[in-house]
């Protein structure tokens, strides 16, 4: 099965078209490097929690909407050589392309597929 990396972010509401900007070039460097899909979901109905959510994990400010992504690929085995060559593309480097979000309080990882319907 496919390999899965996930992400969460807050985006400060305002840099939304930035946001969606930034993310559409990061899909063309991915896929580029072997990802076959990547999804950005822009937060809709994502409530507080009282033990854990989606708001507390990113320590969501006010005026920050909490961004749900993944990128899927063919494999663990390329996702690894994918993600290194992303990495270090010249495209996403911060001085020339700095991300419009705080990148500290990211929450990613890397996840094997068991179940597909």
Known sequence: ???VDGFVVA???SNKDAYIHHARLAAEIFREHGALRITECWGDDVPDGKLTSFPMAV???PEETVVFSWIEWPSREVRDVGMQ???EDPRLKQDSNPMPFDGKRMIYGG???VVDE
């Open 1 to 3: 099965m496919n390999y």
């Open 111 to 113: 996840f094997r597929m």
């Open 11 to 13: 985006v400060p509401t």
């Open 59 to 61: 320590k969501l400010e």
């Open 85 to 87: 060559k992303v990495m």
